[in-house]
């Protein structure tokens, strides 16, 4: 059974960092490409970065740019998000996401559960 | 960057009523656009690809269709598991966007 497993969470302060993984099984994680999105709480789902299987392209949406970090190990199946200068904005669910392809900007046909970042002083 | 404007934000319906959610594109997308089912706590699904393609295992009540920049999905006999907030994606470009999504409540 497919299974993408985010961990990592929790409530940090502004200005400090918080790195977030996602462990995946149940396919072969290095064919395909894969997501970080978020929910902020009362808002809509927000992408906010994906990865090609190799690492090769990497995309991040503007209100990361610059302070997210998106990476990705395949030998241990594992997908990671190293934020850094969190805002208050940033608290969120975050949620991985496995794209349908090798490479990065299409749909995504699997999600994790989901893992809360709480940014607060 | 392509906005994804949806609505209604609410849409209030009984079991058995057709309803049609409605996701228009800031600019052409051809075809690149995918529609999600996701429910507190529980992780998104995606329902549908290509604008009217349906995942696998997804019922046949589900349907999408697409004019131009306005892609709908239509659920055309509501059940019970239907009630979840429904999401347009679109994948036209590397920045991917969704819309802001739609709330499918019980009347």
């Known amino acids: 059974e497919l299974q993408l497993v985010e961990s990592g969470g929790g409530l940090v302060q502004p200005g400090r960092s918080l790195r977030l993984s996602c462990e995946a099984s149940?396919?072969?994680?290095?064919?395909?490409?894969m997501h970080w999105i978020r929910q902020v709480p009362g808002k809509g789902l927000e992408w906010i970065s994906g990865?090609?299987?190799?690492?090769?392209?990497?995309v991040y949406a503007d209100s990361v740019k610059g302070r997210f970090t998106i990476s990705r190990d395949n030998a241990k199946s594992s997908l990671y998000l190293q934020m850094n200068s969190l805002r208050t904005e940033d608290t969120a669910v975050y949620y991985c996401a496995k794209d349908i392809s090798p490479n990065s900007g299409n749909f995504f046909d699997s999600w994790g559960r989901g893992i809360q970042v709480t940014v607060s002083s | 960057d392509i906005q994804m404007t949806q609505s209604p934000a609410t849409l209030s319906a009984s079991v058995g009523d057709r309803v049609t959610i409605t996701c228009r594109a800031s600019q052409s997308i051809g075809r690149s656009l995918a529609w999600y089912q996701h429910k507190p706590g529980k992780a998104p699904k995606l329902l549908m690809f290509?604008?009217?393609a349906l995942d696998s295992g997804v019922p046949s009540r589900f349907s999408g269709s697409v004019s131009g920049t306005e892609f709908t999905l239509t659920i055309s006999s509501l059940q019970p598991d239907d009630f979840a907030t429904y999401y347009c994606q679109q994948y036209n470009s590397y920045s991917l966007s969704f819309g802001q999504g739609t709330k499918l409540e019980i009347k």
């Open positions: 990865l090609t299987w190799d690492s090769r392209k990497i």
């Open positions: 149940g396919f072969t994680f290095d064919d395909y490409a």
């Open positions: 290509r604008a009217s």
